[in-house]
């Protein structure tokens, strides 16, 4: 055999080999799911049905499988939130905020639109408990950081749940700079019936 020939062979075949391992690894990074999505996935069952003890576990367990899970500190934040463990809560989303900030790359989507929902609901959480200030805070830093992923439920989820003007985080945060500026025996700055519309954010 022509050694050009089989010289030209080999490096055809290694090129080959090459971009077929590149393709079976992308291919299996966007078809397999990460370390603790399974248990993710359970917890977000158990939270829609307000299961929070079972939810927490699910999402405890997912992150011993993989430390920092963005969907399982999100969940267990919200969780917490909704058992009405509040020093839980801000301290999981503190932490998921902090760990988002400093490890995000800049075209990370989900990140950013993760970073955004626990900007909001940490915002939800000091909105409920009367610190509102912080809550316009968290608010301004979601809507900078994402927008799109905190603008409110689409028209289909409205039609569903029969919410025509849905709370929005941008609402919320223009009535809270309105009434904060106002002086403070005037303002108003609790309204249950709106204020109870307000949906965690978990994208």
Not at 28 to 45: K, L, N
Not at 86 to 91: G, K, V, Y
Not at 94 to 99: A, E, H, P, Q, V
Not at 130 to 145: P, Q, S, V
């Amino acid at each position: 055999m022509n050694r050009n020939v089989l010289r030209r062979y080999i490096v055809l075949m290694g090129l080959a080999t090459v971009v077929m391992f590149t393709a079976w690894a992308i291919t299996r990074e966007a078809v397999e799911p990460s370390f603790g999505d399974y248990e993710v996935r359970q917890g977000d069952i158990f939270l829609s049905d307000k299961k929070y003890d079972e939810a927490l576990e699910r999402f405890t367990a997912a992150l011993e499988i993989m430390p920092d899970h963005r969907g399982a500190l999100m969940g267990r934040g919200i969780a917490y939130m909704q058992s009405g463990r509040i020093a839980e809560a801000e301290a999981e989303f503190t932490y998921l905020i902090g760990f988002l900030t400093k490890t995000l790359e800049p075209d990370d989507l989900t990140g950013i639109g993760t970073l955004a929902s626990a900007y909001t609901n940490r915002g939800i959480l000091y909105d409920r408990t009367g610190r509102y200030e912080k809550a316009l805070a968290d608010y301004i830093n979601a809507l900078k950081t994402d927008p799109e992923t905190v603008k409110g439920p689409g028209v289909i989820a409205k039609i569903l749940y029969a919410t025509p003007n849905p709370a929005t985080v941008r609402k919320r945060a223009i009535y809270l700079q309105k009434q904060l500026a106002l002086p403070e025996e005037k303002r108003l700055l609790r309204l249950p019936e709106k204020d109870d519309d307000q949906r965690m954010y978990k994208p």
